[in-house]
């Protein structure tokens, strides 16, 4: 009895060099991308937060001013560098409060909040807030 073996296989299976170097460089610029991707998700993430607790920051000092009444808003001076309160410490790190007031007319003050920091890129950001006060109780803000 006498053996073949018609089994033989040619080793033409598997990828070739060039192959695997394409599939390579397309996989780099699928991670690379997703890179990028995740990066800029963080930084608007962070944008986001940061905006969000300036604009709280300025809407409970435009309320303590409501409170104090008008004597306390009159009295103001006009440039100062705010302290931030200590419920806000570990959400606002980094971030100055400045508020500005001005007399637009006789009983009548704008007052206006402006919360600066930098995003974890280093960029600057800001947002403000005007305020308006007048002595018989009327007041209005919004901002920009």
Known sequence: MKYSNHNRSKKTSGFTMAEIAVSATVMLFVITGMLGAVTSGVQMLDSSKRTIVASNLITHHVNDLRLAGWDTVSTLPANRTLTLPARFSSVADGMTLQRTVVEEDTDLYR???????NGITGRA?????????AKNGLS???GY
Request: without cysteine.
């Open 125 to 133: 950001y800001s947002r403000s807030d005007d305020a308006l006060f």
């Open 111 to 117: 007052v206006t909040f402006t919360v600066t920091w």
């Open 140 to 142: 209005a803000s919004y």
